[in-house]
DNA sequence: GATGAATGAGCATTCATTCAT
DNA sequence: CATGAATGAATGCTCATTCAT
């Protein structure tokens, strides 16, 4: 509440705060929010209920702290590395390439991240949606050269995500539930090639 | 549970068990199967709590007879579509458009069966996994011709679903979240092209 | 909730809805509202809490479904009793009197009545006060004769129910409380003369 | 509770302790002592939870020591209006004017000391009681000499407390509560009037 | 004296489910 | 088949109080 590292990363830290988070993660990642008590939350961080809301609020508090920083981390690590390219494939492979490993080395976050169903109130959903239209909007800003280039096709604005992240996006649910065995690092190579295909400017495209 | 006539198909019918029915369906596709409650449903369906109980048994198993069903009446859909098509390509942008089709006319059927998230037993889950397998099989046999002729791409099994479904199901969550405006019958196109471009066997193929 | 006899007196009943009703006024006589927990008024009742919820949706819905019931019994005996009096003198000596009765017979009820303190929502408060404010209207309306026969002074009208009612008020309060041994029947005399002399108009009054 | 200066007077104070207390009263006026939280009187007060409990122990020890200061302050100005009077009728008037005028001008502290409720515990209670007793008896002695004199009436004990304050107490509580507009000042005359009337020695009374 | 994180017993309320009528 | 009163375990949350710093 008046630490200084607010903007803690998701870095295993100790302090109390943290150590909630962790449980949190862990507890919702298995059951689902609804699902998840305070009471599992309680046991697996060795706090008590009390602690919890002082911390927190309420039980949607923590989600949505957990929400806040997984989606910072995960728009940040796509960000990150898909900067400074020098062509479209390679960005786009990138891109993908970075989903599939965050997905692999955070399976928590990402399996609490991408299965919310508005478990979260209205008022925080359209802060959600504002945030994550804001990164996407960042990230399509990599991209612009490629488009201003020629390299790229123009498309209706609500196809880019689909086109682009839908593959691996569907890819990493199957893999984060369990029912794909496939290495994820294998498929990167397919998936990113999908995304290319479907957004490269072909003149001799079978269309 | 207790009744023959388990193979119901989703038109509206009016007696007392379709409409439960019915009325659980807009329940869960509002708030989410673990969100709704009995109540929710016996206000909607101007049913007793004792009558659903007597149909259905358990919440849960609403929930089954509905994914049931759900599941069902789309594999048929999406199956019956690409049936018998020319080639490959055309069999292909059946599919989606099926998909996009069947998604945009029961958006309440969609959005509970595309949304799940382990909220039935995991006993009735894996039944559940089974019989979406045996239909992806069905589906995949449609597709077999173009596979021998070498139309296809030989990939990883793991990798169709996600390449072939992967753009049109995530723009389906989308459009069922309000999160996107655009027009879906407009969307299919390049939904099918993607999904064309990632599967084709192109000995030109920028790859 | 679909019982014929809604307008329940007061007098011991034997469903499930009269008996959760019993238990709570003993409770909240005992230990006030607030203090009062459901788990208390589920021992005494021996019904369950789901029981209880059910028929009364809140531990304030007990509370008001109390109030409204005992408010019209208190004022309902007050009005009966003070009726077709022949003078003055004897009207307000019967309400008095009324009073003392009343709060007598049902020391529990009297205490939950008189003592409450914004224990219920600004709504209900609200109805309340205008359901007060009726029957006053009614116990006015047994002086007017009096008045119109200049036996009983004009005043501010605000100062009434202080006059009339102050002394008895503040007795039953005391008494209630056990802080008064005093017999109200005893009393009851001298509460009522009181009221009497500072309502009668008195050509050689003291002021 | 660990303080030499308990017996602080009312007004304001700029020490921690002090101002705590008025946040304290603000507070119990308008929630009452059981709905009132430590949080609320934290926020109010802009001190820390420790600080509170440093100073007085425990919520109801914040309670006592504004019930203290409270009940002394009420009694002794009571008593110091009336103290000195040439006849019975000043002596009554005067102590109902006081009674009024310091409603009038602690409201906050009115509210809190004349809605209470069994609120303290059995122990405090009895404490207070004794301490009322105690004041109602020295008040009592300002009326010894009109008794001897016998200008005012022999009556059962107790029943002066309620003809002589019910009707002033009766106003005061509706008053305070919003119940009623008149200006408390114009109705001290009647107030008055009534209790003069109720406890004067007339021979020629109307009984 | 002051601070606020931590504690945990306790509470109102919800809700799937049962069952007598 | 239909009804709805009854059940009680489970849950999110509150709040007075403690205590290390």
Redo the contacts with the bound molecule.
């Keep these: ?2 630490q200084i590292d607010d903007t803690a990363d998701l870095a295993p830290q100790t ?3 943290s150590v909630i988070l962790a449980a949190a993660l862990a507890v919702f990642s298995e059951k689902g929010i609804e699902e ?4 599992d939350i309680r046991q697996r961080s060795q ?5 919890i ?3 927190f ?4 508090g923590i989600a949505a702290a957990l929400f806040s920083q997984g989606l910072d981390d995960y728009w940040t690590q796509l960000i990150a590395r898909a900067q400074g390219k020098l062509n479209a494939e390679e960005t786009i492979h990138d891109l993908i390439a970075a989903h599939i490993g965050w997905v692999t080395s955070k399976p928590d976050l990402a399996r609490f991240l991408f299965s919310r169903r508005q478990a979260v109130s209205p008022a925080y959903e359209q802060a959600i949606r504002q945030r994550t239209a804001d990164h996407f909007k960042a990230l399509f800003a990599l991209l612009k050269p490629w488009f201003k280039q020629g390299a790229l096709r123009r498309l209706p604005a609500d196809l880019y995500a689909p086109l682009l992240m839908g593959p691996a996006q569907e890819f990493s649910r199957q893999w984060l539930s369990g029912r794909i065995q496939l290495d994820p690092r294998i498929a990167t190579k397919e998936l990113s090639l999908a995304a290319w295909r479907s957004l490269v400017n072909d003149p001799n495209g079978s269309t």
């Excluded at 609020?57 to 949607?60: I, L, M, S």
């Design positions: 509440m008046r302090d109390r705060k998840a008590t305070i009471e706090a008590s209920v009390g602690s809301y002082h911390h609020g309420t039980k949607e």
